[in-house]
């Protein structure tokens, strides 16, 4: 067993719990690449020459119908060169293929080796690690029947799909099971699911040909980028392998710095693995292997998939705080995230969730400025609220209207609002500070508004140009362009032309 130091040092160093720089295993995956890549040429080749002989049999069909024979037989010998192309090609074609498979086969080896040693080594360094002691009297996960049903299952997809209800039974009331194997995250991984609060995941359709499983309730999407550090993910293997573990240890320990939480499973066992420290430096903290047929499993399961990140109980602590319900997530920024909620008597707004005090206090007091002097920004409606998490405190306001984005091409359309709501601002004498498109929302009367309004100043020359640069650049306006602006272009007709056609002559 490592020591807690020196576990640490091996994972500061960021080598002790990721894959390691293996050449070896960059030079298989390249030769893999290489004939892919063959394999993909070979058979454009064999589908280019099957057109030529099809086009060429058209064409001695044509002649021969018409009698011309000599012309027939010309197209005739060139159909036979062509067609013993074809063959050499399909042969090619069935080497790449042949070469395709040895490497493939090549490069699973080396990473299952190094796979393997990954999980031996996430093993050896959990803190703890132990299997489930039955408890007997107490619920099993899954029951005998539904693992007799299980053990017939002969594909992932179809495991997955019947395990989509076990996990949801699994689940603290208010977050759902989401399928996200299909669908690529913005990290670019796909997890067979994640779990999170049923309102703040981006949900998608089912991909083409997504089995359903038997109540049709399952639910597909990926994470907001913003919310990585409030899921829980979950791997299904029909059959786990060892090695399988380092799969679900790159995802813990590529989640964002603090606590993650994942759980790896098949049609028997599953581990409940959790990881701390800084994202791409995490260290196993806990792993707890288990049966589903082991008596008391099902509250072990559920116990560990209902532990709440520290974000998550920032979030719920601040909802009852302010008596509001989650309708869902707006965004977020480096200072804060943005939630859609919801009561009686506020109605729809905007929760902003912060932990620099001292900076959500400066925001607040700048938007209850601004809308003073009735400048079009969102409209704080608390005050900056504290809430006790712990020995910590997490922030709040809450703010309205809840808008829509402006995408690049709306803004666009509607260039003079865009930069008369910037305009309007300055001549109230403030300067946004951070006039990026983004920081622009919508209303329902499709009024423009600020919002994050941290940075805001007074309008000077200085702030006023660097304004004007900042909301045309986001604008996707072109060099030239930008050099072009100073303190006063927004009162200028002909900039504002020239702007239009810029921006007209990037967009379309
Ligand atoms: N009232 C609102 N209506 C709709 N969406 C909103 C609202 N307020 C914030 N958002 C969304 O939340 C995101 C983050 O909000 P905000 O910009 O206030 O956070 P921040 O942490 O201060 O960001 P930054 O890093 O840009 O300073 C915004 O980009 C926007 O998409």
């Not at 399952?218 to 829980?232: E, V």
């Not at 581990?271 to 072990?300: V, Y």
């Not at 690049?408 to 910037?422: G, I, K, P, S, W």
């Not at 919002?451 to 006023?464: E, M, P, S």
Request: proline share 3%.
């Amino acid at each position: 067993m490592l020591t807690r130091c020196a576990k640490n040092a091996d994972s500061a160093a960021g080598a002790g719990f990721g894959w390691a720089n293996c050449k070896d295993l960059a030079a298989a995956r390249r030769a893999r690449d290489r004939a892919e890549s063959a394999v993909g040429r070979a058979d454009q080749a064999v589908t280019g020459l099957g057109d030529v002989v099809a086009a060429l049999q058209r064409q001695w069909l044509q002649e021969y119908n018409a009698n011309n024979g000599e012309k027939a037989d010309e197209i005739e010998t060139k159909m036979d060169e062509i067609e013993a192309k074809r063959e050499k090609a399909k042969k090619e074609l069935e080497e790449a293929k042949k070469k395709l498979k040895e490497a493939e086969q090549k490069y699973d080896a080396k990473a299952s080796v190094q796979a393997g040693s990954l999980a031996s080594k996430v093993r050896m360094a959990a803190e703890s690690s132990d299997t489930l002691q039955a408890r007997p009297g107490q619920a099993p996960a899954i029951s005998d029947v539904d693992l007799a049903e299980l053990s017939k299952l002969d594909t992932e997809e179809k495991f997955c799909a019947y395990m989509t209800r076990h996990l949801q039974a699994f689940c603290s009331d208010g977050y759902v099971v989401i399928n996200s194997e299909r669908l690529a995250w913005t990290t670019g991984w796909k997890p067979d699911f994640f779990i999170a609060h049923k309102k703040c995941y981006d949900a998608r359709k089912p991909p083409k040909g997504a089995r359903l499983g038997r109540n049709a309730a399952h639910k597909f999407g990926i994470p907001y980028p913003g919310l990585l550090d409030s899921l829980r993910v979950c791997e299904a293997k029909l059959d786990m392998k060892h090695s399988d573990l380092a799969e679900l240890w790159q995802y813990l320990n590529s989640l964002p710095d603090g606590e993650s939480r994942g759980m790896l499973f098949d049609k028997r066992s599953f581990i409940l693995l959790t990881a701390a420290g800084k994202c791409q430096q995490k260290f196993p903290t806990r792993l707890l292997e288990g049966e589903w047929r082991t008596e008391g499993s099902f509250d072990a399961v559920r116990a560990f998939l209902a532990v709440q990140s520290h974000s998550e109980r920032s979030l719920h602590a601040a909802l009852q705080h302010a008596s509001v319900q989650l309708l869902g997530f707006l965004g977020s920024g480096s200072f804060g995230r943005v939630f859609h909620v919801y009561n009686e008597t506020r109605g729809s707004c905007a929760m902003k969730l912060v932990n620099d005090e001292k900076l959500a206090r400066a925001e607040v007091a700048s938007l209850q400025q601004a809308v003073q002097q009735g400048c079009p920004v969102a409209q704080p409606i608390s005050e900056l609220e504290a809430v006790a998490l712990g020995n910590r405190h997490c922030f709040y306001y809450l703010s309205t209207p809840v808008g829509q984005k402006l995408s690049q091409t709306d803004a666009a359309t509607r260039l003079e609002d865009v930069l008369d709501c910037l305009h309007d601002l300055h001549t109230s004498g403030i300067a946004h500070g951070d006039a990026r498109l983004p920081n622009l929302i919508v209303n329902a009367d499709s009024e423009l508004l600020w919002i994050d309004c941290l940075h805001t100043g007074l309008a000077t020359c200085v702030t006023v140009q660097s304004d004007i640069e900042t909301l045309v650049r986001s604008l996707g306006a072109s060099a030239q362009l930008l050099a072009q602006i100073n303190a006063d272009s927004l009162s200028n007709q002909t900039f504002r032309e020239a702007l239009q056609r810029d921006l007209h002559a990037w967009t379309y």
